[in-house]
């Protein structure tokens, strides 16, 4: 206990907080803020995805609300001179976007967006200890989703194909087998590949029902 402590206070306060953009406590009412708001200065939420969801939602009310749309003007809001070196965190930020700080951006795109995201919370945390799967579960919450895969390319889909790969082999085997083979291995094979396929068949089913699970656990469906 004392251990997993000691490492919960290794950690920086917004990670700690489940709050990697630092925003400030207010009577704003966020969506996953945790029940016991002990920190005094910044809101505390119940999971990353939540305090992931603020930050984005923070950074589309900039451009919706106050018409910011470049890099410059969003983090000289987000992070005022008075605090902060505006002008290395404007630079740092607009680098790892791959625009110009004052190139006109859209927060609402998937791509400017989670780049964004990544960037400011590298800056207010000194790291970006999150997965993919996180920063997406926390923009999709925000209502911006990542662009979809081609069905071709989504687990579930590879998942069957192999599936119905494994049933078209088994269906050749059982027409093979009908011929009379004129070499005794083959007939081995084809007396173990019912086996072989069956097997097949079923990691590929096994396959697309986790993905689907996986996907769902990690607030991707």
């Known amino acids: 206990m004392q251990t997993t402590v000691a490492l919960d206070r290794a950690l920086p306060r917004g990670i700690r907080n489940h709050n990697p953009g630092n925003l400030r406590r ?7 803020l ?3 708001q002990t920190d005094p200065d910044f809101c505390q939420f119940v999971a990353a995805k939540w305090g992931i969801r603020a930050l984005a939602r923070t950074l589309i009310a900039y451009q919706d609300r106050w018409g910011l749309k ?3 003007r969003i983090i000289s809001r987000w992070a005022p001179p008075n605090e902060n070196d505006t002008g290395a965190y404007v630079n740092a930020v607009a680098k790892a976007v791959g625009v110009s700080p004052d190139t006109p951006i859209d927060t609402h795109d998937y791509k400017i967006l989670k780049p964004l995201t990544l960037a400011i919370i590298r800056h207010e945390n000194g790291q970006q200890p999150y997965t993919d799967s996180e920063i997406d579960a926390g923009l999709i919450l925000a209502g911006v989703e990542p662009p ?3 069905l071709s390319q989504t687990r579930t889909v590879k998942g069957g194909q192999v599936a119905a790969g494994a049933t078209l082999l088994g269906l050749t085997a059982e027409a093979v087998k009908d011929v009379e083979p004129a070499i005794p291995l083959a007939q081995t094979a084809l007396q173990v590949a019912p086996w072989v396929v069956g097997i097949i068949a079923l990691l590929g089913i096994a396959y697309m029902i986790w993905a689907r ?3 769902r656990r990690r607030g991707l469906r």
């Open 26 to 32: 207010s009577s704003d009412p966020w969506q996953g």
């Open 70 to 72: 470049s890099v410059k």
């Open 213 to 215: 699970i996986d996907d």
């Open 148 to 150: 979809q895969k081609q």
């Open 34 to 36: 945790a029940k016991d």
